[in-house]
């Protein structure tokens, strides 16, 4: 026989309603700080996500709520945009987008699609 298991089914169902309370009631909701509160770390959100799908939807859920409010709050410029930002790139995927644009003058451009004519009867 093997030791208990800590966290049961019923218990990680109890969390995930927990933790939708949490996103709607935080001020600025954070699974680090609701792990904290709950008396584990927020590694083991991951682990209860894969075994319930109500965790998972309530995990998914405070991250939408989270980029909300972080969103809503650099616009109402409660929130330090330069401090949202940098959290947004770490905690929601944000990137800066960069966009070149090329021209060529028409030689170059011949010279090119030359290049691709040729490239392709080399095929």
């Not at 409010?69 to 616009?75: C, N």
């Not at 330069?82 to 770490?90: G, R, V, W």
């Amino acid at each position: 026989m093997g030791r208990p298991k800590k966290y049961t089914p019923e218990f990680i169902e109890k969390e995930a309603a927990a933790l939708l309370v949490y996103a709607d009631e935080a001020n600025l909701p954070f699974k680090q700080d609701f792990a904290r509160q709950r008396g584990y770390y927020s590694q083991l959100m991951s682990q209860f996500a894969k075994e319930s799908e109500a965790f998972y939807e309530a995990l998914k859920k405070l991250e939408d709520v989270q980029v909300v409010k972080l969103v809503k709050g650099m616009l109402a410029k409660k929130i330090d945009v330069t401090a949202a930002i940098f959290t947004l790139k770490n905690v929601a995927g944000w990137r800066d987008k960069r966009s070149t644009e090329h021209e060529f003058d028409d030689g170059t451009k011949r010279l090119l699609q030359a290049a691709l004519i040729k490239k392709d009867k080399v095929k």
